[in-house]
């Protein structure tokens, strides 16, 4: 059974958040959260609920019977210990420790006070216990025995020159490979040594401009594969750092720096046979885009890696028959637009999964226009059978079982009575059958297995909604008990209410667009508020919250009184492959024309929503679309504060870039550079940007900086010095406050630089 985990991905800049620390709280959230406590038999679990002034509750659930009910009367539990000399103990907080359960005994034991008890719970008898008497599983062991074992020799592992047998070096000598017959170790676990064996030269094409590099052996020891390397032409991004925290003069930081259309090293794969001292290289083609991986099967006949075409329209399994010398594509995937070939990363599973009890490969592809599940048949190259299918996105594999053949997952908008973002957990056999869903309510859910993998905690929860946790079968997922509802009391009688959650229809008429709106925390609907929106669209990923919090969201604009809204556009991802393509040569759309609809429809039922002043702000890729939102879309954005921005998807790193914008470089780069564009502007603009963004170069706004001036345009510009990839920090942070303030409140800040 093999068992993947996901990867916590991500992009730097998917986790900038320009908003100031939320206002903090006094009032608390209860039942939001169950911390099970298995019991070794796997019968039943408990778990303590913390409440109001202190007060506790343990609760108890029977896995067999389904049963969910209070562990004991704490009443007559307090009364007890009282009598046992055990100290007064207020029943609503008893602090109970190592707590545990018999059932089918009826008996509880813990410890209060250093002593240890024993509590039935039917016939509500306290009696005090020594250790001795707990359960078995329960007293800890301790082995009083020295241990006198030597420390364990880890065995010899020979480097990647050296041949599975042990027989051979590989090396590289003058650009060229090389190879030595290695002299078998006498000891065993002992590395072989050099013989007197001539070296033998495997080639002779190697150049200083186009050199071989280290081998990937077969397991059979008499193949290798060696790429002969020309190197790129990357350029060197440049940062100044104007004050130095030791003082003296400004100190310049230069580093390597892809951008789009730069070329990156080329891998020329060359095929070296020991035995026949023959050295081939298969017409596959260059590879010019990310260093290969090579996966060899156990006999040594086939030598298989993935090639991914620069501009990320095509991609490829290769494999190389090194008995015939014959090579052929398992997999050739083509597409107009791109294809996704970062996701795997959040996937937590590569895009292709060897399977290694069947000669399968299980593939993750977005070519029917959603993201799914293939099971390739290695021989033919044949899909055998979509695993997966239907309108909705695979977002992360959690295991894959080759024992049972299934694969657990988790997606997104199979339900269509929910918001399509919202994460649910399924099963499904290699063969498609038995699609199951483990979760059911209409929240995004999170889930925690039973250590025997029989029940599951499902807890669920939407922005407008507070957690509730429920018991499950794994099975099936049917529901076994209801756990907790959160009780979100306190924070309502404190004045807190939840976002409200939204959708409209988009662009083409027919697709929902999600997101929430954030109101002031004294909302009067009799008044008009100014709207801002807080913007993210890089298409690797969808950024609308779509869990619970207890904090009042974007609080620290809402109580100057400001509307903030969040959704996502087309262009971005987790939902059709159509609605991604959005993004495809043009990122300058981000998802735009669907988030002035969003406004308008929900404006024209709730008037004090006023869309004739609507603010945008947004750092990174968010950096660029607030730009554009006023290069782009002036008659219906007011105002922009934009930080750290990629103004110039020419000027960011090519990796990111050539995803969304494809390769070559051409036309539509031009189409969407905010600083070709810069002379479109008409609404306030400041930009914010740290002299010392390792991230996107700093340069990419100086250059907008500088085409705006040429325009001749009127904007504001904050320079950093030693800040990074961010919004600016505190200062920065105000200065954005009050520009929004002043542009769309009408109220001048205050005069900073007088005491007060």
Same mark, same amino acid.
């Given at each position: 059974?093999?068992?993947?985990?996901?990867?916590?991905?991500?992009?730097?800049?998917?986790?900038?958040?320009?908003?100031?620390?939320?206002?903090?709280?006094?009032?608390?959230?209860?039942?939001?959260?169950?911390?099970?406590?298995?019991?070794?038999?796997?019968?039943?679990?408990?778990?303590?609920?913390?409440?109001?002034?202190?007060?506790?509750?343990?609760?108890?659930?029977?896995?067999?019977?389904?049963?969910?009910?209070?562990?004991?009367?704490?009443?007559?539990?307090?009364?007890?210990?009282?009598?046992?000399?055990?100290?007064?103990?207020?029943?609503?907080?008893?602090?109970?420790?190592?707590?545990?359960?018999?059932?089918?005994?009826?008996?509880?034991?813990?410890?209060?006070?250093?002593?240890?008890?024993?509590?039935?719970?039917?016939?509500?008898?306290?009696?005090?216990?020594?250790?001795?008497?707990?359960?078995?599983?329960?007293?800890?062991?301790?082995?009083?025995?020295?241990?006198?074992?030597?420390?364990?020799?880890?065995?010899?592992?020979?480097?990647?020159?050296?041949?599975?047998?042990?027989?051979?070096?590989?090396?590289?000598?003058?650009?060229?490979?090389?190879?030595?017959?290695?002299?078998?170790?006498?000891?065993?676990?002992?590395?072989?040594?050099?013989?007197?064996?001539?070296?033998?030269?495997?080639?002779?094409?190697?150049?200083?401009?186009?050199?071989?590099?280290?081998?990937?052996?077969?397991?059979?020891?008499?193949?290798?594969?060696?790429?002969?390397?020309?190197?790129?032409?990357?350029?060197?991004?440049?940062?100044?750092?104007?004050?130095?925290?030791?003082?003296?003069?400004?100190?310049?930081?230069?580093?390597?720096?892809?951008?789009?259309?730069?070329?990156?090293?080329?891998?020329?794969?060359?095929?070296?046979?020991?035995?026949?001292?023959?050295?081939?290289?298969?017409?596959?083609?260059?590879?010019?885009?990310?260093?290969?991986?090579?996966?060899?099967?156990?006999?040594?006949?086939?030598?298989?890696?993935?090639?991914?075409?620069?501009?990320?329209?095509?991609?490829?399994?290769?494999?190389?028959?090194?008995?015939?010398?014959?090579?052929?594509?398992?997999?050739?995937?083509?597409?107009?637009?791109?294809?996704?070939?970062?996701?795997?990363?959040?996937?937590?599973?590569?895009?292709?999964?060897?399977?290694?009890?069947?000669?399968?490969?299980?593939?993750?592809?977005?070519?029917?226009?959603?993201?799914?599940?293939?099971?390739?048949?290695?021989?033919?190259?044949?899909?055998?059978?979509?695993?997966?299918?239907?309108?909705?996105?695979?977002?992360?594999?959690?295991?894959?079982?080759?024992?049972?053949?299934?694969?657990?997952?988790?997606?997104?908008?199979?339900?269509?009575?929910?918001?399509?973002?919202?994460?649910?957990?399924?099963?499904?056999?290699?063969?498609?059958?038995?699609?199951?869903?483990?979760?059911?309510?209409?929240?995004?859910?999170?889930?925690?297995?039973?250590?025997?993998?029989?029940?599951?905690?499902?807890?669920?929860?939407?922005?407008?909604?507070?957690?509730?946790?429920?018991?499950?079968?794994?099975?099936?997922?049917?529901?076994?008990?209801?756990?907790?509802?959160?009780?979100?009391?306190?924070?309502?009688?404190?004045?807190?209410?939840? %976002?409200?959650? *939204? /959708? +409209?229809?988009? @662009?083409?008429?027919?697709?929902?667009?999600? #997101? !929430? =709106?954030?109101?002031?925390? $004294?909302?009067?609907?009799?008044?008009?508020?100014?709207?801002?929106?807080?913007?993210?669209?890089?298409?690797?990923?969808?950024?609308? %919250?779509?869990? *619970? /919090? +207890?904090?009042? @969201?974007?609080?620290?604009?809402?109580?100057? #009184? !400001? =509307?903030?809204?969040?959704? $996502?556009?087309?262009?971005?991802?987790?939902?059709?492959?159509?609605?991604?393509?959005?993004?495809?040569?043009?990122?300058?759309?981000?998802?735009?024309?669907?988030?002035?609809?969003?406004?308008?429809?929900?404006?024209?039922?709730?008037?004090?929503?006023?869309?004739?002043?609507?603010?945008?702000?947004?750092?990174?890729?968010?950096?660029?679309?607030?730009?554009?939102?006023?290069?782009?879309?002036?008659?219906?954005?007011?105002?922009?504060?934009?930080?750290?921005?990629?103004?110039?998807?020419?000027?960011?790193?090519?990796?990111?870039?050539?995803?969304?914008?494809?390769?070559?470089?051409?036309?539509?780069?031009?189409?969407?550079?905010?600083?070709?564009?810069?002379?479109?502007?008409?609404?306030?603009?400041?930009?914010?940007?740290?002299?010392?963004?390792?991230?996107?170069?700093?340069?990419?706004?100086?250059?907008?900086?500088?085409?705006?001036?040429?325009?001749?345009?009127?904007?504001?510009?904050?320079?950093?010095?030693?800040?990074?990839?961010?919004?600016?920090?505190?200062?920065?942070?105000?200065?954005?406050?009050?520009?929004?303030?002043?542009?769309?409140?009408?109220?001048?800040?205050?005069?900073?630089?007088?005491?007060?």
């Amino acid at each position: 059974m093999r068992i993947y985990y996901p990867a916590t991905l991500t992009i730097l800049f998917t986790l900038f958040n320009l908003l100031a620390p939320r206002e903090s709280r006094s009032a608390n959230i209860y039942r939001d959260r169950v911390n099970p406590q298995w019991a070794g038999d796997n019968s039943h679990f408990w778990y303590r609920n913390d409440l109001a002034a202190g007060t506790r509750e343990y609760i108890l659930v029977d896995l067999e019977k389904g049963v969910r009910q209070p562990a004991f009367n704490q009443e007559l539990l307090a009364t007890a210990l009282n009598k046992a000399g055990a100290g007064k103990l207020p029943a609503a907080k008893l602090q109970l420790e190592q707590l545990q359960f018999h059932l089918h005994k009826n008996l509880a034991y813990f410890r209060v006070k250093n002593q240890h008890f024993q509590w039935h719970r039917g016939k509500h008898q306290l009696d005090r216990i020594d250790v001795e008497e707990l359960p078995a599983h329960s007293r800890k062991k301790i082995d009083h025995k020295q241990d006198t074992q030597k420390p364990k020799v880890k065995p010899y592992r020979p480097s990647r020159d050296v041949s599975p047998d042990g027989k051979w070096r590989a090396y590289i000598k003058e650009h060229n490979l090389f190879v030595r017959p290695l002299k078998a170790p006498t000891t065993p676990g002992k590395p072989a040594v050099e013989n007197n064996g001539e070296e033998i030269a495997l080639s002779t094409d190697g150049t200083p401009n186009n050199s071989y590099q280290a081998p990937y052996w077969s397991p059979n020891s008499n193949n290798l594969i060696s790429f002969r390397v020309e190197p790129g032409k990357i350029g060197d991004v440049h940062l100044i750092e104007s004050s130095p925290k030791a003082g003296g003069r400004a100190k310049l930081q230069t580093r390597r720096y892809p951008l789009p259309g730069d070329k990156f090293n080329t891998h020329e794969l060359n095929w070296f046979d020991i035995e026949g001292k023959a050295h081939s290289k298969p017409k596959v083609g260059i590879i010019d885009f990310r260093g290969p991986a090579l996966l060899w099967t156990p006999e040594g006949r086939y030598c298989r890696y993935q090639k991914i075409d620069r501009g990320h329209q095509r991609f490829r399994i290769i494999e190389l028959d090194t008995f015939t010398g014959k090579h052929r594509n398992i997999v050739d995937e083509t597409t107009d637009t791109f294809i996704w070939t970062e996701h795997a990363k959040d996937l937590g599973v590569p895009l292709v999964n060897w399977l290694r009890q069947s000669k399968e490969i299980i593939h993750i592809s977005e070519r029917d226009g959603w993201r799914h599940l293939y099971l390739i048949d290695i021989a033919t190259g044949k899909i055998k059978n979509q695993i997966t299918k239907g309108k909705f996105v695979v977002r992360y594999v959690d295991r894959i079982d080759e024992d049972k053949r299934q694969v657990w997952f988790r997606a997104s908008g199979r339900n269509p009575d929910h918001d399509p973002y919202l994460m649910h957990y399924y099963r499904v056999n290699f063969d498609g059958t038995h699609l199951t869903a483990l979760t059911e309510g209409n929240g995004w859910h999170n889930i925690r297995y039973s250590p025997d993998q029989r029940f599951l905690i499902d807890s669920y929860s939407r922005v407008d909604m507070p957690p509730v946790h429920e018991l499950r079968r794994a099975t099936d997922g049917k529901l076994v008990c209801e756990l907790e509802k959160a009780d979100v009391s306190e924070l309502k009688n404190e004045g807190w209410s939840p %976002p409200e959650v *939204f /959708s +409209a229809k988009g @662009r083409d008429g027919e697709t929902d667009i999600w #997101g !929430f =709106v954030s109101r002031p925390r $004294d909302f009067d609907p009799k008044k008009q508020y100014p709207v801002l929106e807080e913007m993210y669209a890089g298409p690797h990923d969808s950024y609308t %919250p779509k869990q *619970f /919090s +207890a904090g009042r @969201r974007y609080s620290s604009w809402t109580d100057m #009184g !400001f =509307v903030v809204v969040k959704m $996502d556009g087309m262009g971005t991802a987790n939902r059709s492959k159509a609605f991604h393509d959005v993004c495809w040569q043009n990122l300058k759309d981000a998802g735009f024309p669907d988030r002035i609809l969003w406004h308008k429809a929900f404006a024209k039922n709730n008037p004090w929503y006023d869309i004739s002043r609507v603010g945008i702000f947004g750092g990174s890729a968010g950096g660029q679309s607030s730009t554009g939102a006023l290069l782009f879309h002036p008659d219906f954005y007011k105002v922009a504060v934009s930080s750290c921005g990629c103004h110039d998807n020419r000027m960011d790193k090519a990796s990111w870039n050539e995803q969304w914008m494809g390769y070559p470089v051409g036309p539509h780069y031009s189409a969407s550079s905010n600083i070709d564009n810069a002379h479109r502007l008409q609404g306030r603009l400041l930009l914010i940007v740290g002299e010392l963004d390792r991230n996107v170069p700093p340069e990419s706004t100086y250059r907008l900086v500088d085409a705006l001036i040429k325009a001749g345009k009127d904007f504001d510009f904050i320079m950093v010095p030693g800040g990074g990839h961010g919004g600016g920090g505190r200062h920065g942070h105000r200065r954005r406050q009050d520009f929004f303030r002043k542009h769309l409140l009408d109220i001048e800040p205050p005069n900073y630089n007088v005491s007060r």
